[in-house]
């Protein structure tokens, strides 16, 4: 089935004087929990099967600051925006694409005043672009006629205001797309963002996963399609403690895509 | 003698308009209390959403329902008051409908004004019974008790008695009802006082008449202590709303300066600080003049309808926090303070800030910087610009964020992820069957 990765790093391609085409930003999610991992894989997977140039920083990588900054952090926020805007101009990278909304926003709106522009994208706005240009085929397989609510993102969809990107490859995929009742500009969060995928929620009377897990629920979907590696966690635990793991699966739109190809 | 009607008129014209002006250049001090902002972005693009956000009301019928008798009201309250030109000149000059000359297109103005005048009455019961009767939760949050529930009443009372009066003025007017023109409303409401002679129907009309232009003195004058003062600041609110992306939150300088000279290996970690420079900066805000202006702004400019809230993840279930009363406490805050400047010429400490004395810990952390309630708000106010700057207080000042929280930054320092993983293992994913 599947043939090995070819995950390339920047320092090798430097090593051969070549630009790749996009520096694949895989986060700290992507690189080390173990649910995400998959999705980098899956992603990593589709990119070697439309044939894109692509690299990694590899062990270059460090965490973009984000939780840092929301937590009230400006100071380790900006270190880490510093560094790593020193890797990459150092690579002189142009486009960057990534499989996590909180790099994305980070990269995209808080690098550029501090001397890091680039042209960053979303793993689906990306795969969207493949799409287009007919590098990458998109079509239903197993997930055609299969009943699937996707969950926005907030740093992608409010934050960023990219809602039909998403869509528009499970749209491809042939699903049966419903919408739960908060959706797009009214999604409610899954609890994660701002630091919180950290920390213990503050007292309350339900937490905010289980919220949106219920909302998800009312739209009987067979998969909880997702954007975002936390919002994947905070739902995926919201499933398993409304006991619906036998029914409904959260898989990230890219693992569909790559599924369904059989990748 | 006859100029005593001019004369009394012109006197509560003054005293309204005056004590009103009093007020607003109170409101202008306590905002420049706030830190200086740069505005940047393309004024064309502020142009445009303060004609479709603040004029044209984009965001209000996200809510159909609300928003649009809440465009009833509003229209209803600009066109109505084309009026008050009228009352104004007639009142100072003496004179009596002193446009009634247009003919036709008098009564077409009258006309439309009346119509919206019973509009505007329906919907400000509708909305009434939306608060009392239906209960919407979103009008019974913790923070909405006492004052806040109060004020929401008194000023839809006032919205109905000067509908009232206005069309009671116009039935009573035997000379406008005898043009018949324009009076499509108030020629049934005539029919009620048929029984009375002329001399009392003048009477009612001159009270009305008195009535309502004191009224819309005495309610000018009611804005500033109220939620109400939206109907004016949410133009330049919308105007001064965030440009750029939600997701892009603010970079600040300060730090910006500080992270520069500890990456620059040519600093001098001892040198002393240049002759005149600047004093040590305060990071992030713990009190209402920590804030930006704009931020301050907002704070003036919330009218507590608390779509925000509503729409607050954290707050539906069941946390804290609700970003109407972050919005709420600001302007209480500095409502405080700027008593505090009119009693002692300037701010004597009085050991209290925003920060605790108004804003939870316990609120600020259980943000989740979503968005939602930036999304929310009909009139661009940014409550979690606010909730940041205090969690930056916290933080960079206090040290004081949840240990939770402090675990992750170091980790973020030490290996550069929020986890405890090694920086050399961060491609291991490649790899990995």
Not at chain 1, 7 to 21: G, R, W
Not at chain 1, 78 to 103: F, S
Not at chain 2, 322 to 340: A, H, W
Request: glycine letters at 6%; aromatic letters at 10%; one cysteine or more.
């Amino acid at each position: 089935m599947s043939e090995t990765l070819k995950v390339p790093t920047m320092a090798e391609y430097l090593a051969q004087n070549k630009q790749p085409e996009v520096l694949f930003w895989v986060g700290c999610a992507g690189s080390f929990d173990d649910r995400a991992k998959k999705i980098t894989k899956a992603f990593a997977k589709l990119l070697n099967h439309a044939k894109v140039d692509f690299a990694v920083l590899g062990t270059e990588e460090s965490c973009t600051g984000d939780p840092a900054k929301r937590a009230g952090n400006e100071f380790l926020f900006q270190m880490q925006a510093m560094m790593n805007i020193q890797v990459l101009n150092g690579y002189e990278v142009k486009k960057i694409v990534t499989t996590c909304p909180h790099c994305f926003n980070t990269l995209k709106n808080e690098y550029p005043e501090l001397g890091g522009t680039y042209e960053v994208m979303h793993h689906t706005q990306f795969l969207k672009t493949l799409l287009e240009e007919g590098r990458l085929k998109v079509e239903g397989g197993k997930f055609k006629g299969k009943r699937i609510t996707y969950h926005d993102p907030c740093y992608l969809g409010r934050a960023n205001n990219e809602y039909e990107a998403p869509r528009e490859l499970l749209r491809k995929l042939e699903v049966e797309l419903v919408e739960m009742k908060r959706c797009k500009s009214r999604g409610l969060c899954c609890g994660a963002g701002g630091a919180q995928m950290f920390k213990e929620p503050e007292k309350g009377d339900k937490d905010i996963n289980l919220e949106r897990t219920e909302d998800a629920m009312e739209t009987q979907p067979a998969i909880i399609a997702a954007g975002c590696p936390f919002c994947n966690t905070m739902m995926t635990d919201g499933v398993k403690a409304k006991e619906q793991e036998p029914n409904i699966q959260v898989l990230d739109v890219a693992e569909m895509i790559a599924h369904a190809a059989d990748l | 003698m006859t100029y005593l009607p001019n004369i009394l008129f012109l006197l509560t014209l003054s005293l309204g308009i005056g004590y009103f002006a009093k007020n607003i250049r109170r409101v202008i001090r306590n905002i420049k209390l706030g830190q200086e902002v740069k505005v940047s972005g393309s004024a064309a693009q502020r142009w445009k959403n303060v004609l479709l956000i603040a004029l044209g009301q984009s965001k209000m019928v996200v809510r159909p329902v609300s928003g649009m008798m809440h465009i009833i009201v509003y229209l209803g309250f600009v066109i109505i008051n084309l009026e008050v030109l009228e009352i104004i000149i007639d009142g100072v000059l003496g004179t009596h409908r002193v446009f009634s000359f247009m003919g036709e297109f008098y009564g077409f103005l009258i006309g439309s004004f009346e119509l919206l005048a019973v509009l505007v009455l329906i919907a400000v019961i509708v909305f009434w019974l939306r608060r009392n009767a239906l209960k919407i939760k979103r009008f019974w949050k913790p923070e909405m008790k006492g004052w806040p529930k109060k004020d929401a009443d008194f000023i839809l009372y006032f919205e109905m008695v000067l509908m009232t009066l206005f069309l009671i003025m116009n039935a009573t007017d035997g000379h406008f009802q005898e043009m018949n023109n324009g009076n499509i409303i108030s020629q049934y409401v005539a029919g009620w006082f048929s029984s009375y002679s002329e001399n009392s129907l003048h009477l009612i009309e001159r009270t009305a008449w008195w009535l309502h232009i004191i009224g819309i003195l005495v309610f000018l004058n009611y804005l500033y202590f109220s939620k109400h003062l939206h109907i004016l600041l949410a133009f330049p609110n919308v105007y001064f709303g965030k440009l750029t992306a939600p997701g892009k939150f603010q970079n600040l300088e300060s730090v910006t300066n500080e992270v520069k000279l500890m990456m620059d290996p040519t600093a001098d970690p001892y040198a002393t600080p240049a002759e005149g420079s600047e004093t040590p900066v305060k990071f992030g805000a713990s009190d209402v003049m920590d804030l930006s202006r704009i931020q301050l702004l907002n704070a003036y400019t919330c009218t507590e309808c608390g779509r925000c809230t509503s729409e607050c993840p954290a707050n539906q279930t069941g946390k804290k926090l609700s970003p109407r009363k972050i919005m709420m406490d600001t302007r209480d805050r500095l409502e405080e303070v700027g008593r505090n400047i009119d009693k002692n010429g300037t701010f004597q400490s009085d050991g209290k800030q925003l920060l605790d004395d108004y804003i939870s810990r316990e609120e600020l952390w259980a943000c989740t910087t979503c968005n939602a309630c930036v999304e929310a708000c009909p009139v661009s106010i940014d409550p979690l610009s606010i909730i940041m700057d205090m969690r930056q207080y916290l933080v960079m000042e206090q040290s004081a964020a949840p240990n939770e929280l402090n675990v992750i930054m170091t980790n973020i320092e030490n290996n550069a992820a929020p986890w405890p993983f090694n920086q050399m293992d961060r491609a291991n994913w490649i790899n990995e069957s």
